[in-house]
T-cell receptor, first 114, second 112 residues
């Protein structure tokens, strides 16, 4: 089946540094990738939608200059958390639409900012 | 704006008992998804319900969809400890390449 590989699985970084999260579609072309954030014991909240070759669309309240999304190819989308702060600590999950009523999810990235 | 409401949000069940989780959504959609999430993990797809009246079963879990009532149910039969997890329902806004909107999730704990 369609697989999205997400890396890293977890990362710890210092405040003020940047962290890049990658999602690769392994056996299909992901025209669109969705990025979600999940705080402990909460649901998934959509951060942004990225389309290959164009600018991402951010949800209200998500800082586009802080959460940089790049979708330069049909198999790779990246989320960079810039100047990370402790409040950015969260579980980040990418998801690709498969068309015809299906979605596949990455394995998630646990970000801890210290 | 599409809204998805799940209830209950917390559920403690005894092993062997049956229970149902409900998922209501606010706008017309023919596609409803159920996922399981274990602590620290991503989502595991359980069911995709694509039409009114759809019913799917896998082991002790059965999901159904009533698009007219905008309601889906996830029924648990004879619960076992391994079913302890958080269950999410989700709806996509319309046909096409749109993101899923998730309910708040139901944290299920199955106790002996």
């Amino acid at each position: 089946g369609a697989v999205v590989s997400q890396h890293p699985s977890w990362v710890i970084c210092k405040s003020g540094t940047s962290v890049k999260i990658e999602c690769r579609s392994l056996d299909f072309q992901a025209t669109t990738m969705f990025w979600y954030r999940q705080f402990p014991k909460q649901s998934l909240m959509l951060m942004a939608t990225s389309n290959e070759g164009s600018k991402a669309t951010y949800e209200q309240g998500v800082e586009k200059d802080k959460f940089l999304i790049n979708h330069a190819s049909l198999t790779l989308s990246t989320l960079t958390v810039t100047s990370a702060h402790p409040e950015d600590s969260s579980f980040y999950i990418c998801s690709a639409s498969l068309g015809g009523g299906g979605y596949t999810f990455g394995s998630g990235t646990r970000l801890t900012v210290v | 704006e599409l809204k998805v409401e799940q209830n209950p949000l917390f559920l403690s069940m005894q092993e062997g008992k049956n229970y149902t989780i409900y998922c209501n959504y606010s706008t017309t959609s023919d596609r409803l998804y159920w996922y399981r999430q274990d602590p620290g993990k991503s989502l595991e797809s359980l069911f995709v319900l694509l039409s009114n009246g759809a019913v799917k079963q896998e082991g002790r879990l059965m999901a159904s969809l009533d698009t007219k009532a905008r309601l889906s149910t996830l029924h648990i039969t004879a619960a076992v400890h391994d079913l302890s997890a958080t269950y999410f329902c989700a709806v996509d806004g319309k046909s096409g390449n749109t993101p899923l909107v998730f309910g708040k999730g139901t944290r299920l704990s199955v106790i002996a």
